[in-house]
Structure formats: structure tokens, C-alpha cells
């Protein structure tokens, strides 16, 4: 969606209403201090805390610190299934797809069999490199909720998070057969055979991505991937500026704009570099854990010769996503220029592994699937544009 891929399964949370009281024990202030077993009343009271606790810090993303409060909660609280539920959720966003799926399946078995289950489960077992489990519950999810567009896109984003846009075009596919008229979803399919070298058939999506959602974000995005894609990076630029002009302050978009004015040919000193300097700022700002406006904004610093903050971006972007070989490349320049030498042949050491990585996966593909050099990593989210 991997470091947790982006588990935005967070609207599936089930919050608890009310507040808890805590009761504590008071001694007389003339006696001695007395150690008191906490009762089961005082027991409850801290398990529903430590719940509270562990659904805001999962509802803010904190997934790993989240986990502890929940655990304490499990088998302690009046909604169990709230506990083990958000448990799951944090395990998959931290990578831990085993425990998530152990958690899920148990909540199977005692009858939370619902689409928010099979969700989460076809995403953890996706993580997990379960293909035919994953395809397994995400037909059980559709069966509850056939018409429900994030729950193709979730179950997608996790198979992207192994480098299969195979199996991520399959559930996209399977999403446009009961949500045919779904911008989203032909934009999604747009990006996958795109990166699949079948940009003709990216192309039709992308125009009905368009047509569908004329004057959005998302159409626009269509346009401006579609151009991109194509090497057309004056349309590219110019969809973008129309989408800033009308209000519609997309990260994508900006970044797609900040990426297109730079492979155009702006350099420092010029209106047009500055603009993409903005854009992509603006992009970062907006969505700090999207790694493509991380990379371009460290590609803009190393071109303007801000090397430290060059370094900063480029490494958060790596760490966003470590299958890109931009990455790597870009830190390799940087690193060199900054005289640390050592670290910039670390780089061109793991891009080397990359491209041969990618080498053996277009060797071995079936014809229709072989990635595209440069498509390693793709990402809906990390790696567009």
C-alpha cells in the first residue's frame, strides 16, 4: 500500500462512545500507604482506556504505537470486536501481515465475517504474497459490498506494495465490472497498463477517466498522467496549471507539474523553475508521505545546488519507496558532489540490484505483462508521475 503501504482502511474504524470513569482507591491521608490489588471495576475501566487509546492513535496513523494499547485491550473490553479489528489494521499498516491475518481469521471464525473484515484480510493476505487467499476474501467482500470503489482500490495498492501490478490490474479489472461508470477506477486502470507498456489501452482510460469526471481532480489527473505518459509535456503542464487555476490543489497534480516543467528543460534562475520549485513544495506539504514529490523536490535542490536539503528529500522519498530507481541514481549525484564518495557508490550498489531485479522480472513475465524499464516500484500514490 512495504513500510504499511497507505492503509486507508482507517474509515472502517469502529469508535467507542461514552467516556470512561476511572475509580480509585483513597486512603485516610493519616494512614500508611496501602498497596491495593487493582479491582476488576478499576481493570475494565484502564482495558477500555488503553481501547481509546489505541483507536485515536490509529486513527492518526500511528499504527506502530498504537499496537501496544490495543493488545493490553484485547479480550478486556465490551466491544471486542473494536479491539481486534483496529489491532489488524495496525498490523498490516506496519507490515506485520501474519499477525493481521491471524486476527482476522479468528474474528472470522466467531462470525465478524462483514466486508470491513474480508477487506482488511484480502489486503494483509495481498501484503503477505497470498494471491489466492486475497482474491478469495476479496470476493467475499464484494459479495457484501459489490459497489463499494476503495475496496478495489485498497486490495490494488496492496498488491502494488509486492510489485505486482498484474495482480493489481486484476482487481481494478473486477471493480470496473460492477462500477463501470467509475472515474477512479479507469484512471487506476489507465496508470496499470501504462506501466504494463500497453499505453494505447492506458490511454482509452484515461480519456474516459475524463469524460467521466470532466473539471475534477481526477480528470484532470487522467489528462495529465495520459500526457505525460505520452512525453507530451506541454499539455502536461497545461492541464496542470488549469486544475491549479480552478482551485483543484491536487498533490498529484502539483507534483505532475512540478516533474513536467523539469524534464521540459527549467533550470535555475528561470520563472518556470521557481514554479516548480513551488509546486512541489506545495505537493510536500499537502501529503508529506508521497514519495514522487519527495524525489522531485530533491531533484529541484540538487539542480539549484542546495545539496543537504537535496540529501534530506531524497532519502525521505527512498524510504517511502525503496524500489524506485530514480532514487538511487539522483542520491548517487548528490552524494558525489558532497565529496561523500563512499555513500554514493552504496547507491549505484543497490540500483545495480534493481535494474537486474527488473531485467529477470521482464525476462520471465508472460508477453502481455512485462513491465516497462523505469516502471519498477509503481505505486498508486509513491510513484506517479
Avoid at 42 to 54: T, V, W
Avoid at 70 to 91: I, P
Avoid at 198 to 224: M, N, V
Wanted: proline share 4%; with cysteine.
Amino acid at each position: 500500500m512495504p513500510q504499511g503501504i497507505r492503509w486507508a482502511t482507517i474509515a472502517g474504524i469502529f469508535f467507542i462512545a461514552g467516556a470512561c470513569e476511572l475509580t480509585r482507591a483513597q486512603a485516610r491521608p493519616d494512614s500508611p500507604p496501602v498497596t491495593m490489588k487493582p479491582s476488576a471495576t478499576d481493570q475494565n475501566a484502564q482495558a477500555e482506556s488503553e481501547l481509546r487509546a489505541g483507536i485515536a492513535l490509529t486513527l492518526g496513523g500511528h499504527f506502530a504505537e498504537a499496537i501496544a494499547h490495543l493488545v493490553e485491550a484485547q479480550g478486556r473490553v465490551s466491544n471486542e470486536y473494536a479491539a481486534e479489528f483496529n489491532l489488524a489494521l495496525c498490523y498490516a499498516g506496519t507490515g506485520q501481515f501474519q499477525k493481521a491475518i491471524s486476527v482476522l481469521t479468528a474474528l472470522r471464525r466467531r462470525g465478524s465475517d462483514n466486508a470491513s473484515v474480508e477487506n482488511l484480510l484480502a489486503q494483509a493476505y495481498a501484503g503477505n504474497g497470498q494471491a489466492g487467499q486475497a482474491f478469495e476474501a476479496l470476493q467475499k467482500a464484494t459479495a457484501f459490498t459489490p459497489r463499494d470503489e476503495k475496496l478495489y482500490l485498497f486490495v490494488a495498492d496492496a498488491f502494488l506494495g509486492r510489485e505486482e501490478p498484474a495482480q493489481s490490474l486484476r482487481v481494478i479489472e473486477l471493480g470496473l465490472q460492477h462500477l463501470p461508470e467509475s472515474a477512479r477506477l479507469h484512471y487506476e486502470r489507465g496508470y496499470l497498463l501504462s506501466t504494463l507498456d500497453d499505453f494505447d489501452g492506458g490511454r482509452t482510460d484515461f480519456e474516459r477517466a475524463a469524460q467521466l469526471a470532466p473539471h475534477s481532480e481526477i480528470g484532470y489527473l487522467a489528462k495529465a498522467q495520459e500526457n505525460l505518459f505520452g512525453g507530451n509535456l506541454r499539455e502536461a503542464i497545461r492541464v496542470a496549471r488549469t486544475s491549479s487555476a480552478e482551485g483543484k490543489q491536487d498533490y498529484q497534480l502539483l507534483a505532475i507539474l512540478g516533474e513536467a516543467l523539469i524534464r521540459a528543460g527549467a533550470s535555475p534562475g528561470q520563472a518556470e523553475f521557481a514554479e516548480a520549485r513551488n509546486a512541489l513544495e506545495k505537493s510536500v506539504a499537502m501529503r508529506p508521505n508521497y514519495a514522487s514529490s519527495q524525489i522531485g523536490l530533491g531533484r529541484v535542490d540538487f539542480l539549484d545546488g542546495r545539496l543537504e536539503a537535496a540529501i534530506e528529500h531524497l532519502e525521505t522519498g527512498r524510504r517511502l519507496n525503496p524500489q524506485n530507481p530514480a532514487v538511487y541514481s539522483l542520491l548517487a549525484a548528490t552524494y558525489r558532489k558532497r565529496g561523500r564518495s563512499g555513500q554514493a557508490e552504496a547507491m549505484l550498489t543497490i540500483l545495480a540490484k534493481l535494474n537486474e531485479e527488473q531485467a529477470q522480472r521482464i525476462r520471465t513475465a508472460p508477453g502481455d505483462s512485462k513491465a516497462i524499464p523505469g516502471a519498477l516500484g509503481a505505486k498508486r500514490g509513491e510513484q506517479k508521475p
